[in-house]
């Protein structure tokens, strides 16, 4: 059952964050990194990806290929991640404390930790407790 919470909340991200790539789109492409070329190209395929990822999550013959995915996808927007931590760059109409720009980068890991297990086709239990092995 937790699993399945877990996936639901997973899926929540990439929607709502799939949403938002295409409604602020300017504060995203401020976070695109300039090395990258057309920034907002980068951001509408991203936010499409995102909803790729909601739909490969949710159907069980594609779940664990595309938890898969996510958690690398996860790992190729990091740099964007960082980029704002180090730039300072303002989203979502202005600044962010620097603080959360910073923690934003291991809840990133976290996420992919989520990520992986709730998409993973075993049964392991996230939490054993001392009764488990009885």
């Excluded at 401020?30 to 991203?46: E, N, R």
């Excluded at 909803?51 to 290929?65: A, C, D, E, N, T």
């Amino acid at each position: 059952m937790l699993k399945v919470v877990v996936r639901v909340l997973v899926c929540a991200v990439f929607f709502f964050g799939g949403i938002a790539h295409f409604v602020v789109t300017a504060d995203f492409v401020g976070i695109v990194p300039p090395f990258l070329p057309w920034p907002k190209v980068i951001v509408w395929t991203t936010g499409i990806i995102e909803f790729l990822l909601v739909i490969g999550i949710l159907s069980p013959s594609l779940r664990s290929v595309t938890g898969k995915l996510a958690a690398l996808y996860c790992l190729l927007v990091l740099p964007a991640n960082i980029y704002q931590a180090v730039s300072d760059v303002p989203i979502f109409g202005g600044p962010v404390a620097p603080e959360l720009l910073w923690l934003r980068i291991p809840l990133q890991f976290v996420l992919i930790a989520a990520i992986l297990w709730s998409t993973s086709e075993n049964n392991q239990k996230l939490i054993h407790t001392s009764t488990d092995s009885v």
